[in-house]
């Protein structure tokens, strides 16, 4: 969180500090296949009868997001259409860094969480862009338009876009290694982790004071929906952790993917299958705005709702 306040500072004083592309690409790399491994991992420690249920549930939670966040972006906040539908899939879509950030946290206070919680992290992602891309499809589709084959692009570039291609293959991979495969990339994946996550975040503090003008443009409504809506999806995802058997800790991981928006894999999906979108609009909302408030603000709100519930 240091680091991440450290770039924001960077941007707001026009420090000359950046990033090259290709690091920026390695860190994201890193960053997700150690996730996807050691969460591939503990899923073969606990066994899949442990996983399957909140694991369905993430994903039911991560499709429907959209679902209501759509109509209330698209008649409470009177944003267009294809600009609403590309706020929504991001919405339902998750944020790598928030996640590993509460995961961090947790771990800090000593509260107790299921290592296997990464898996819902994986599942929670595509179904959110799915959902997002359709209903933009939908509401901008012409006569004449190929719909079959916009959305099957759609589909290829949530299924197999970088992002979930690197989570979903080293969760595969961790699973069919178990400890025994740990032992041996460990020094890789697990000792220099911290690291490269504090230099991840500086850069991500950066992105996100660059974009902290755009703040204007976006107006009051996306002001309040990038912390009002995380705030209930959070809640909801702390209730469906708790009623799907989860820990307190793990129904609080749940909440804290719930409530964070996409800014790696949906962004990428919505440039490609809605052009028309806004990416001042989504990127703004997600990264300016939910992404600051969830990273310093939001995890412990979401751990008091999880001990209110288990109490």
Request: charged fraction near 10%; proline fraction near 5%.
């Amino acid at each position: 969180m240091l680091f991440f306040a450290l770039g924001l500072i960077a941007a707001l004083t026009k420090s000359d500090l950046k990033f090259p592309e290709p690091l920026c690409t390695g860190l994201t790399i890193y960053l997700l296949v150690a996730i996807g491994f050691k969460g591939g991992v503990a899923i073969a420690e606990a066994g899949l009868a442990k996983v399957w249920l909140p694991a369905c549930a993430a994903m039911l939670l991560g499709a429907l997001i959209p679902l209501w966040t759509y109509p209330v972006l698209r008649f409470g906040g009177k944003i267009s259409a294809v600009d609403s539908a590309a706020i929504a899939a991001h919405y339902g879509s998750v944020s790598a860094v928030t996640f590993i950030a509460a995961t961090d946290y947790l771990k800090a206070i000593n509260q107790p969480f299921e290592n296997y919680a990464t898996a819902f992290f994986a599942v929670m992602e595509s179904p959110a862009i799915l959902v997002g891309v359709v209903l933009g499809k939908l509401a901008t589709k012409k006569s004449g338009d190929d719909s079959f084959t916009s959305l099957k692009t759609a589909m290829h570039e949530a299924l197999f876009g970088r992002s979930i291609f690197l989570l979903v293959g080293a969760l595969v991979i961790g699973a069919l290694c178990g400890e025994a495969g740990m032992t041996k990339v460990e020094p890789f994946f697990v000792t220099p982790f911290q690291g490269v996550l504090a230099l991840f975040l500086l850069e991500m503090g950066i992105v996100a004071g660059r974009r902290l003008g755009d703040l204007r443009k976006v107006g009051p409504f996306l002001l309040a929906f990038g912390i009002v809506v995380p705030l209930i999806n959070g809640a909801l995802g702390v209730w469906l952790g708790q009623f799907t058997g989860l820990t307190l800790g793990g129904a609080t991981l749940l909440g804290v993917l719930s409530a964070s928006a996409s800014y790696i894999a949906a962004p990428a999906a919505i440039r490609m299958s809605l052009p028309d979108a806004n990416p001042t609009l989504y990127l703004t909302a997600s990264l300016a705005i939910t992404f600051p408030f969830n990273i310093t603000l939001d995890i412990p709100i979401y751990l008091e709702i999880a001990r209110r519930l288990y109490s």
